[in-house]
């Protein structure tokens, strides 16, 4: 087989998961609750077909295994995440020694077959305790989220060497504060961005314990999903309108965890509109003291958008949308499960503003993938053949590959994912892994898109 892609010596090939999303046993090991176990008890019916986050794909039990398939797929890294209150049921104070046992055993089982541990400290799942005293509004959080950043490294940093504050830290502002995908369903922009801005002093405070900790080889940073915004058109309306959602949505959290500061542009903007959020004395420096070494790249579809055909109504809660609308471009590629679309390009653009305005950041795809309902109906000989998420892979990683030989220091490649697991309210609706999983067997079986992935880690390229 000729490589027409080749990728540096040494690239990550990898997969990333959730906590909440694989493990289940999500009342077993005395785990605590966390937001998405509450939510479900509470409504049930806003979950597909009404499945929830209690057993999800079982990774507790069977680790094990899950590791070997990663081995025979030739992975040499795995990003997963620790779950919070799986770790200190009461999100500060005593840790839980069945959780330190779980997490010493996956990552010595990961180490032991030469897959290396990239670890995320949260994806989505505030403890239930630290959210009924106010989740990331109140400030007592964000010093517990500290305590338990340090715990952690403490307890792991002796064979963890890549971590991660945060998975995506604008979609539980999005979800839970301003568009009603994730508990605690509050639609309020002043709350989502104070929300938003305490979780950054969050990250900024554990970036702070990392340095204390002194790990050896270490390297912190934190994974954004970082969606370009287009313009609809060169006009100078469009033009603004794609420059405020990027804003809002991309440099928000970028900016400040890479360059140290917040947009002055954006700042502008929300003490226009009285919107900025409360802040302390020396949170300014915290933040320009605590950048991060590595950023993770999480990215599944571009962002789309035009001037605003109306004014926004402004008696309703403020809103990104009141400086842009959404732009459906004619003649896009979508995958219609997910209903996003897919632009190969984008993960380019992607890199080569990190190259141009962020220092060349060292940086690595930390997650991409295509979720496909209904894959069963895809399946010969028992082998799901999804031949549509060989194109997605290949045509992204063509760009990535572009992106490198013109310079960007992009180290590896992340799929979302591992194997099908629980997508949040989707739950298992749209399937992503390249290992197969039944729900009613918990069997796994690699996909064809898996068996194409041994043979990109084994070539290095394809
Ligand atoms: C990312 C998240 O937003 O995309 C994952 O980090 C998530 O947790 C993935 O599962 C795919 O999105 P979804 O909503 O289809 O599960």
């Given at each position: 087989m000729s490589i027409h892609y080749a990728f540096p010596e040494g690239f990550w090939w990898g997969s990333a998961v959730s906590a909440t999303q694989i493990?289940?046993?999500?009342?077993?090991?005395?785990k605590g609750k966390n937001i998405w176990d509450y939510w479900y008890e509470q409504?049930?019916?806003?979950?597909f077909e009404n499945?929830?986050?209690?057993?999800?794909?079982d990774f507790y039990h069977r680790y094990k295994e899950d590791i070997q398939l990663m081995k025979e797929i030739g992975l040499n890294s795995f990003r997963f995440s620790i779950s919070w209150s799986r770790l200190i049921p009461e999100g500060r104070g005593d840790v839980n020694p069945e959780g330190v046992r779980f997490y010493d055993a996956v990552i010595d089982e990961l180490l032991k077959n030469d897959i290396e541990p990239f670890v995320t400290l949260f994806h989505f799942d505030m403890p239930l305790v630290k959210q009924n005293e106010?989740?990331?509004?109140?400030r007592a959080v964000v010093e517990a989220f500290a305590d338990y950043a340090k715990t952690c490294f403490q307890l792991f940093g002796d064979r963890v060497k890549k971590w991660f504050t945060?998975?995506?830290?604008?979609v539980p502002v999005e979800?839970?504060?301003?568009?009603?995908?994730?508990?605690?369903n509050v639609v309020d922009g002043r709350r989502a961005i104070q929300v938003a801005y305490h979780t950054m002093v969050a990250h900024a405070k554990a970036v702070e314990a990392f340095r204390k900790a002194e790990i050896k080889d270490g390297k912190i940073g934190i994974v954004l999903n970082l969606t370009p915004s287009y313009p609809r058109s060169g006009h100078p309306a469009d033009q603004k309108a794609a420059k405020i959602a990027d804003l809002f949505?991309?440099?928000?959290?970028l900016d400040p965890a890479v360059l140290g500061e917040y947009p002055a542009e954006l700042i502008e903007i929300l003490k226009a509109y009285d919107h900025l959020p409360q802040t302390e004395e020396g949170d300014a420096e915290l933040i320009r003291n605590h950048t991060v070494d590595l950023l993770g790249v999480n990215y599944y579809q571009p962002r789309r958008v035009k001037a605003k055909d109306h004014l926004p109504n402004t008696e309703g809660p403020f809103m990104p949308e009141w400086f842009f609308d959404a732009y459906e471009m004619p003649g896009r590629k979508m995958n219609p499960y997910r209903g996003w679309e897919i632009y190969e390009k984008g993960l380019y653009d992607i890199m080569i503003n990190l190259r141009d305005h962020?220092?060349?950041i060292e940086s690595f795809v930390s997650e991409n993938g295509m979720g496909v309902q209904n894959?069963?109906?895809?399946?010969?000989n028992g082998i799901i053949q999804d031949d549509y998420r060989i194109e997605f892979f290949k045509g992204h990683l063509k760009w990535l590959h572009q992106a490198i030989q013109e310079g960007c220091r992009v180290k590896g490649y992340h799929v979302w994912t591992f194997m099908d697991n629980w997508s949040w309210?989707?739950?298992?609706?749209?399937r992503y892994g390249l290992v197969s999983v039944d729900?009613?067997?918990?069997k796994r079986t690699i996909k064809k898109s898996g068996e194409w992935m041994k043979l990109v880690t084994r070539n290095n390229g394809f």
């Open positions: 493990e289940g046993a999500a009342s077993e090991g005395g409504e049930p019916y806003r979950f499945i929830g986050p209690e057993v999800t794909s106010g989740g990331w509004e109140n945060f998975n995506e830290p604008i979800g839970g504060y301003l568009y009603d995908f994730h508990y605690p949505f991309n440099r928000s959290f962020y220092g060349n894959e069963e109906r895809f399946m010969q309210m989707n739950a298992y609706k749209n729900l009613k067997t918990q």
